[in-house]
Structures are given as C-alpha cells and as structure tokens.
C-alpha cells in the first residue's frame, strides 16, 4: 500500500512538472480515497457530480479541479507550509472533517426534528384553546422534568432545542390556519355546497360573522368552518353579503354551486325582500333558504298560559333571590347538605339557552323541600307559602316534565350531519306524542310525565284541578308545532327508505326511470342497510345522476345552524378578557376544523434553526 501511495505522489509530482492533465483512479476504492487524502483533499459528492474538498482550508473546488496537476498547485501555492507533511497527518485531517460533517448532519436533522415539534405543539394548543404562552411556561417546563426523570439528562437537553415562545407559537399556528383554509378551498373546487351563517358579538363587544360550509367529498359528506370576521361597521345583510360574496370570489368559489342556505329567523339573515336572504338568492336563484329547525322548536316552546307564566315568573324570582347574594347561596347550600340532597344549588336561569327553562325547573322541582324551608326559615319571603300549595307545585311538576322532553327534542336535533328529513322525523315523532299525553290526560292519566305522577302518588293530591291547564298547553304547543313546522314529513320518504316507498308526483319521466331502475337494483338493496343515507345516496349518485343529484339536493342543505352556535362558545373559550386582542379566524379555524395539517410542507417551507 506504502508503495502505491508513494507512486501515486510522485506521478502527481511529475505530471505537475510537466503540466499534464492525468486524472487519479477513478474506482469508489480505498485506494481511490487515499489518493487524494495524500495531495490533501477529499472527496464529496454534490448531485451528480464528485468535487475535491481540501483538508487545510475547508474549501470546495469546482469539478473540474480533479486533476492532480491542480490539486497539487492548490496545495504548493496556498499551503506551501504542509506540501511536505506525510500522509499521516492528511489523513487526520481527513478524520476531523468526517467528524465535523456528521455533526453537521446531526445537527440540521435535531433542528428538522425540533422545528416538527414545534408545529405539533402549537397545533395541540390550538385544539385546546390555550393561550400561546403555555408552551413556553408549562408545556417545556413540564416536558424538560419528566424526560429528565424517565430518561436522562441529555435527552433533556434536546428538548431545548423545540422553538416555543409566544410569538413563534403564533406563527405556528397562522401557518396551520392557512394549510388547513388551503385544503378547505382545493377540495371545493366546483363542488356544490350549503351554507350556515350567524353573527353575533363576543365578550370585547366585537361584533362576528361566522359561516360553515358542507360540500360532498366523493363518499361522504364534509362540514368545516368557511371563515369567522370581524364586522367593522353595522351588521347590515348587505354588509354581510359583502363578506360572503368577497370570500368566495377570493377563492375561486362560485355562487352557483350553492344550492341551501341556512339560518336564524332575524331579519336581518331571513327577510324576503332585504335580508341576506334576498341578497343570496339574486346572486344563486337556485338556492334555498332553511329556518334552523332548532331556533323554530325554541320559538314553539317559548309560549305559555297566564296561570303557568305565573309560575315560571316566581320560580325565576326564587333563583335569582338565592343566586344574587353570596351569602344567601351558601346558607341555602348548609340546608341541601344538611337534608341530604343530591345537589346544593339551584340554577340561573338564561332565556337565551335552549336547555336553560328545562334545567332550572327541574332543579327547583327536586330542591323543593329545601327551598320552602330556606324562604320561611330564614328570610320569611313572600313565595315561600306557594311551596306549600300542591297546586303551585303541581304546575311545578308539569313544567319540568314538558320542558324536560322539550330539552331532550332539543338534543335530538342538536349534532353534525343532521338533515332534514332526519330532523322532520323528530319533528313528527314529539307531535304525535303531544296528542297522544293529551288523550291520556282526558282519561285521568298523569303516568307520561314522571314528576307530576310520582308528586300526586306520593301526596294523594286529585291531579283534576291542573289538568285542564296541561291540556291547554299541550294544546297550544301542538298549534304552534304546526305553525313553525308546516313541512309534511312524508315527502322526504323516497329519499329515507326508496325501497318501499312510491316515486314523488314531481318526477319528471326521467327520474321517474332511473327510480324504477334504482329500486330494482338487488345490489343497491343491500348497500342501503349498510350506509348513511348521504353515502347511499352519493354513491347513487354515479349510476342514476339525476335521482342522485335531486335527493343530494335535500340532504346536502344544513337544517339547523348548530355549528354555528358551537362556533361561537368556541370563540368564547378562545377569546377571554385576557386574549382581547387575539386573531380569532386562524385560531378557530385550526380549533375546530375537520383537516389535519400537512406538517411535512409547512417544515419543507421554513428553515429549520433553534431560535426561539
């Protein structure tokens, strides 16, 4: 080997000499290597092609250095100094810079690492709706003791290296705003979609406007968050419309591939002639309009007779004399404990939640005892002898039971992928059983509402003096049942069950064709039992379009604007008093959007480094 090496430099010598252009071998072989370790160099490899790296210097020559002739002038010319030295001591150098390299190397992929921690960090904080210094103040911290403990030291340290401080968390998280509003927008790409809008003002007086999005995605049907603005001036339906109009003009998103709309009952969204309502339709003539079913059950409920409003009034005023003072509170609170009560106090009363009248009632029904004893005992108040009065208390009953299976209808509607006819069907089904307590109550028969049963069976009270108030009730909320919801649930049957339901009078012979074709396909047959009705209906879709897209037409529209009120108690979670300030579009976005982010891109497109 010694031999070869030393005929290696002195034909490197003697073609530099003679000014001859002779490469070295040109085999991946040790030799190969330690050729060039003995004119002072190495070799890297950059894309395609080998480059020299001298030893001495750190510098890379370009390719066509190669030759020894230039290599040896390099060496004799800038480090005349080492031209002499033995091959020895190239070849530590040559280790020291191996060395260098890989810690080079471990060093870039320890930042990648830290920079992905980073984003998967503030992607969790987001989620949880935390402030962004949590990470710097607790997560770290927290994460630095237990790999320490678990671990060691040195894995520790590492984690140092994970960028967490405030501001940085906040470019984390805009960044994964934008991918996910990316992805959002590459998939609606001319799609067809429905619409659910709300506005209304957080807890710093700002005023939002926040809008859903459902659209098909091939198998299924996709909900997310379309976006959540500010409003700068007066929440008017054409300033409104500007926003939605703006949005989608932005991205590429036509007004024609929207086919429902959905929204509360104000004015502002639902007038005819003014409102939102009137703005979409002129820019979508196909489109149409929904009344959130849930705000409509909230509004059939919200009447009730002079002697049953009496009630409800004094009960409110109960709470809310327990409620106002801290004192009072816990003296009530000692009395439960001391009965033995499941709970120890009673609840606020707020209009405008929908399970608020339902949850009060019945605590107070079950608080009773404790509350007459609270009255007389220690305050001497005037309503106190009404919660001796089996009358009073036998309204009491009533009212928490109906308002109780108000609550549960209200639940029912409640949730992600509710259509309407699912909707109508609930709809239907608590209007069949309004008649159906009615007739039992004119047969004496108190058993469908629990708490009125159990207080007459365990009082001996004659439930026939408050019956023909809970008849007028039931009365009234069927008519206003009627009134809120005039759709007749039974035009939706082909789409629920096509299989054993007649074709609608309004097909044309077309879709009349492709129905008959549909219901005698075996194989959709037993694909329905198996799928949700927008999957069967989507993948039908693909051989019977026609039928297809009309009963996409009727599951694709919201029927309640559910996600927009779970839109705004996530804007509150986010924007307390001491996050007044915050961004709240890219924060809620990444809060409650259904996309995940792209990590690999969004670390493609920063450089990675330990900066904090």
């Known amino acids: 080997m010694k031999k070869y090496l030393t005929g290696v430099k002195r034909k490197a010598e003697r073609d530099a000499d003679n000014e001859t252009n002779v490469s070295l071998p040109k ?39 190669m030759k020894p002739n230039k290599l040896r002038r390099h060496l004799k010319t800038l480090h005349p100094n080492h031209a002499d030295k033995p091959l020895e001591f190239f070849q530590r150098k040559r280790a020291e810079y191996c060395q260098q390299s890989s810690r080079f190397v471990s060093a870039t992929s320890v930042n990648q690492r830290a920079l992905l921690a980073s984003y998967k960090v503030a992607y969790q904080i987001a989620q949880c709706k935390k402030p962004h210094t949590i990470a710097e103040e607790l997560i770290l911290p927290a994460a630095l003791d237990m790999v320490s403990v678990m671990l060691d030291d040195a894995s520790a340290a590492k984690l140092k290296t994970v960028p967490l401080s405030n501001d940085t968390v906040a470019r984390r998280i805009n960044d994964i705003a934008n991918d996910l509003k990316e992805q959002l927008v590459e998939k609606l790409k001319d799609k067809r979609f429905a619409l659910q809008f709300d506005e209304a003002t957080d807890s ?84 149409e309009w929904t009344h959130c079913v849930i705000h409509r059950e909230a509004l059939a409920s919200r009447k009730l007779s002079s002697e049953l409003s009496e009630v409800m009034s004094d009960i ?65 108040h005037e309503v106190a002898e009404k919660f001796s009065d089996e009358n009073f208390l036998a309204k009491l009953a009533y009212l928490s039971d109906i308002f109780g299976k108000l609550n ?65 009730h039931i009365s009234s909320l069927i008519g206003f049942f009627k009134k809120y919801f005039p759709e007749n649930s039974s035009q939706y049957d082909w789409v629920r069950d096509p299989f054993n339901a ?24 037993l694909r329905f039992t198996s799928q949700t009705l927008s999957e069967f209906w989507l993948n ?50 990444v809060a409650v959007s259904c996309f995940k982010p792209r990590f690999e891109k969004l670390c493609t497109a920063k450089r990675a480094h330990c900066s904090h």
Not at 325 to 339: H, Q, Y
Not at 415 to 420: I, P, Q
Not at 432 to 444: C, N, Q, T, V
Not at 573 to 579: D, E, N, P, Q, S
Request: charged share 25%.
């Open 408 to 472: 549960e209808l209200n639940l029912q509607l409640q949730g992600k992928d509710k259509h309407l006819p699912q909707v109508t069907d609930k709809i239907s089904s608590f209007t069949r059983k309004l008649a159906m307590w009615g007739r039992r109550l004119d047969e004496g028969n108190t058993d469908s509402f629990e708490n009125l049963h159990e207080f007459v069976a365990t009082t001996d009270y004659d439930a026939t003096s408050v019956i023909p108030h809970i008849k007028e």
């Open 204 to 287: 710093n007086k700002d005023c939002l406007f926040i809008a859903y999005i459902r659209f098909d995605m091939t198998h299924s049907l996709c909900e997310d968050l379309l976006f959540c603005k500010y409003v700068r001036d007066r929440a008017t339906a054409e300033e409104l419309f500007k926003m939605l109009d703006c949005f989608l003009t932005e991205n590429g998103l036509k007004w024609e591939n929207c086919i429902g709309v959905c929204s509360d009952g104000a004015q502002t969204m639902a007038g005819m002639k003014k409102g939102l309502r009137a703005l979409i339709k002129k820019a979508s003539p196909n489109v």
């Open 27 to 65: 085999a991946k072989t040790r030799k190969y290597d330690e050729a060039y370790v003995a004119l002072g160099f190495t070799v890297t490899t950059v894309g395609d092609e080998e480059r020299p790296v001298c030893l001495l210097c750190l510098k890379m020559l370009a390719a066509d250095s």
């Open 316 to 380: 409110v005023g109960v709470v809310n004399f327990i409620k106002t003072r801290p004192l009072k509170t816990r003296v009530f609170s000692a009395i439960c404990e001391e009965m033995g009560a499941e709970h120890q106090a009673v609840l606020f009363h707020s209009e405008a939640r929908w399970l608020s009248r339902g949850k009060v009632l019945s605590r107070v029904f079950e608080l009773r005892e404790q509350i007459r004893m609270f009255l007389e005992q220690e305050h001497k």
């Open 540 to 589: 039908v879709e693909r051989q019977y379009p026609l039928l297809g897209q009309r009963a996409m037409g009727i599951l694709l529209p919201f029927a309640t604007s559910y996600l927009c009120e779970t839109g705004f108690s996530a804007v509150a979670a986010l924007k307390t008093k001491y996050r007044s300030q915050l961004n709240i579009e890219q924060e809620l976005r």
């Open 502 to 525: 007649p074709a609608p009078t309004g097909f044309s012979s077309a879709e009349e064709d492709q129905f008959i074709d549909m219901t005698s396909d075996s194989t959709l047959r």
